[in-house]
């Protein structure tokens, strides 16, 4: 059995979120008021809110794990260069 769930535009979500950091409005204000669920409104702000990553820098979740990512790429990529060098020493 499905259930019927409501489609929020990412504007929508945003604007909830921003309305929850700016710290004017608590979680179940924003829950009663607009009629969403304090756990989706938990999720946004988990997902949606920006991460300090110095005095005057903020990322995103979403570049966050990119980044996170990226560097798992390229230390498995430095480890099989690394293996390659003891396989292949260079000639003289």
Do not use: H
């Not at 710290?23 to 669920?37: F, I, N």
């Not at 798992?72 to 480890?79: A, S, Y």
Request: no cysteine.
């Amino acid at each position: 059995m499905a259930k019927n769930q409501k489609s929020y535009t990412p504007e929508f979500k945003q604007q909830i979120v921003d309305l929850y950091n700016s710290g004017t409005k608590k979680m179940t204000e924003l829950s009663g008021e607009y009629g969403v669920p304090k756990g989706t409104i938990s999720t946004w702000v988990k997902n949606l809110s920006p991460i300090k990553v110095s005095e005057e820098e903020t990322i995103s979740l979403k570049e966050y794990k990119a980044l996170q990512k990226k560097m798992k790429d390229l230390e498995i990529e430095n480890e099989i260069l690394k293996k390659a060098t003891a396989i292949f020493p260079k000639e003289r």
